[in-house]
């Protein structure tokens, strides 16, 4: 895989730059610009060597039409700040402002491309129609350069087919990403402990598998954890359940008893009898995780949890974590996560944040981003590499000469 400086003299160049500037948004505030600042040394590198950069990039989930909830617009303005350069904006994805704004770039100029998921064309299935939007794309540039890595899981036009027809590199961005990648799959330093969280189990069905083969030690919080607790006999009140990952969940925990890995699974939990919310205060209490209420929901893991989990990740030498422990967005069941975050900044060795919810927790949080060995850019990304899969975003690179 190459990187820009395989595209050679970029003078006066058009560089289409696939990034992942996809930031939540409340209204057209920007609550964590961190994807956009991701962003900035490879777009920055490609104006500052004399290319007319032109940025695509998506931003939540149109249905392949504009709408103005997902407009870009707020993103280039901050891209602009960050960069302490002009950026401009195109109001669509290829027509006629995209055609405009593009020709209209001095060398070491920057513009952002409206939301290219505005386009039916961008996440199609029929290679035809993924393809003619793509040939539009391609249209507008003499080189591509894939630096959204958010998004290298996918096969879409943005990120696929373009890189079929025009000179391509992978960015500064990607080719961090999957080479950290590389150091939690090929050969890791030990002891290596994987921590999971978020919701679901079947979110994670795959990383599980592919891990249970590789890692030391698996801890396991978030809401995905009552579906373990369930399996092994344990009442989980309101808790989210996934009944038809019990099975699973029985066949993991046997699994890594059988191969000596350790799954490590909270002794207590906060519970609260309602989900948080605008119109009640929270109301938080510990309980044993074998104990837990039939009237109370799972929100957090408690505090002797997540003192046993900083244990664990104490001496290790390799250290990814996906997914918070629960509901970080309200203090009464942030701690869980806090304990998580903090233990990875104190790890001895290589310590990933695996994007998604947990870069976002990180952020709130108030940790400082450079305590941790890295932070991804992308969750999904992330786990289907752990799960080894092939991304075709990446793997479209290996084969474009």
Same mark, same amino acid.
């Given at each position: 895989?190459?990187?820009?400086?395989?595209?050679?003299?970029?003078? *006066?160049?058009?560089?289409?730059?696939?990034?992942?500037?996809?930031?939540?948004?409340?209204? /057209? /505030?920007?609550?964590?610009?961190?994807?956009?600042?991701?962003?900035?040394?490879?777009?920055?590198?490609?104006?500052?060597?004399?290319?007319?950069?032109?940025?695509?990039?998506?931003?939540?989930?149109?249905?392949?039409?504009?709408?103005?909830?997902?407009?870009?617009?707020?993103?280039?303005?901050?891209?602009?700040?960050?960069?302490?350069?002009?950026?401009?904006?195109?109001?669509?994805?290829?027509?006629?402002?995209?055609?405009?704004?593009?020709?209209?770039?001095?060398?070491?100029?920057? @513009?952002?491309?409206?939301?290219?998921?505005?386009?039916?064309?961008?996440?199609?299935?029929?290679?035809?129609?993924?393809?003619?939007?793509?040939?539009?794309?391609?249209?507008?540039?003499?080189?591509?350069?894939?630096?959204?890595?958010?998004?290298?899981?996918?096969?879409?036009?943005?990120?696929?087919?373009?890189?079929?027809?025009?000179?391509?590199?992978?960015?500064?961005?990607?080719? #961090?990403?999957?080479?950290?990648?590389?150091?939690?799959?090929?050969?890791?330093?030990?002891?290596?402990?994987?921590?999971?969280?978020?919701?679901?189990?079947?979110?994670?069905?795959?990383?599980?598998?592919?891990?249970?083969? #590789?890692?030391?030690?698996?801890?396991?919080?978030?809401?995905?954890?009552? %579906?373990?607790?369930?399996?092994?006999?344990?009442?989980?009140?309101?808790?989210?359940?996934?009944?038809?990952?019990?099975? %699973?969940?029985?066949?993991?925990?046997?699994?890594?008893?059988?191969?000596?890995?350790?799954?490590?699974?909270?002794?207590?939990?906060?519970?609260? /009898?309602?989900?948080? !919310?605008?119109?009640?205060?929270?109301?938080?209490?510990?309980?044993?995780?074998?104990?837990?209420?039939?009237?109370?929901? $799972?929100?957090?893991?408690?505090?002797?949890?997540?003192?046993?989990?900083?244990?664990?990740?104490?001496?290790?030498?390799?250290?990814?974590?996906?997914?918070?422990?629960?509901?970080?967005?309200?203090?009464?069941?942030?701690? $869980?996560?806090?304990?998580?975050?903090?233990?990875? %900044?104190?790890?001895?060795?290589?310590?990933?944040?695996?994007?998604?919810?947990?870069?976002?927790?990180?952020? #709130?949080?108030?940790?400082?981003? *450079?305590?941790?060995?890295?932070?991804? /850019?992308?969750?999904? @990304? !992330?786990?289907?590499?752990?799960?080894?899969?092939?991304?075709?975003?990446? @793997?479209?690179?290996?084969?474009?000469?």
């Amino acid at each position: 895989m190459s990187g820009i400086e395989s595209l050679g003299d970029l003078r *006066g160049k058009r560089v289409l730059v696939r990034s992942d500037l996809n930031v939540p948004l409340d209204g /057209t /505030t920007i609550t964590d610009d961190g994807r956009i600042r991701a962003s900035i040394p490879t777009i920055r590198a490609l104006a500052d060597a004399g290319a007319r950069v032109a940025v695509t990039a998506h931003l939540g989930r149109p249905k392949g039409a504009p709408d103005p909830a997902y407009s870009l617009a707020p993103v280039a303005a901050r891209l602009g700040e960050l960069l302490g350069r002009p950026v401009a904006f195109a109001t669509d994805t290829v027509g006629e402002s995209a055609r405009t704004t593009v020709a209209g770039l001095a060398d070491g100029e920057v @513009a952002v491309l409206e939301n290219v998921r505005f386009n039916p064309g961008e996440t199609s299935k029929d290679d035809a129609v993924r393809g003619a939007f793509a040939d539009e794309l391609a249209g507008l540039a003499d080189a591509f350069v894939s630096d959204g890595f958010g998004v290298v899981h996918r096969k879409q036009a943005s990120v696929y087919d373009v890189a079929l027809r025009l000179p391509s590199a992978m960015g500064g961005l990607v080719a #961090k990403e999957i080479g950290v990648l590389r150091r939690l799959t090929v050969d890791p330093e030990r002891p290596y402990a994987v921590v999971l969280g978020g919701s679901k189990v079947s979110d994670k069905l795959g990383v599980i598998d592919n891990l249970l083969g #590789k890692a030391d030690r698996l801890l396991i919080g978030g809401g995905m954890v009552f %579906t373990f607790l369930a399996a092994q006999g344990h009442e989980v009140g309101k808790s989210l359940l996934e009944e038809d990952q019990l099975d %699973t969940c029985r066949g993991y925990l046997s699994r890594a008893a059988e191969s000596g890995v350790q799954i490590l699974l909270p002794t207590d939990i906060v519970v609260d /009898t309602e989900f948080p !919310s605008a119109v009640r205060e929270p109301q938080p209490q510990v309980v044993p995780a074998s104990a837990i209420p039939a009237d109370s929901l $799972g929100l957090d893991i408690g505090p002797e949890s997540g003192a046993a989990f900083a244990a664990a990740l104490a001496d290790a030498q390799t250290v990814f974590w996906n997914g918070p422990m629960g509901v970080f967005e309200v203090d009464a069941f942030a701690e $869980g996560t806090r304990a998580v975050a903090q233990a990875l %900044t104190e790890v001895p060795g290589l310590s990933v944040v695996g994007g998604g919810d947990s870069a976002a927790a990180v952020r #709130k949080l108030g940790f400082d981003e *450079g305590a941790f060995g890295h932070i991804s /850019t992308g969750g999904g @990304a !992330s786990l289907e590499f752990l799960e080894g899969k092939e991304l075709p975003g990446i @793997a479209v690179l290996e084969r474009t000469p």
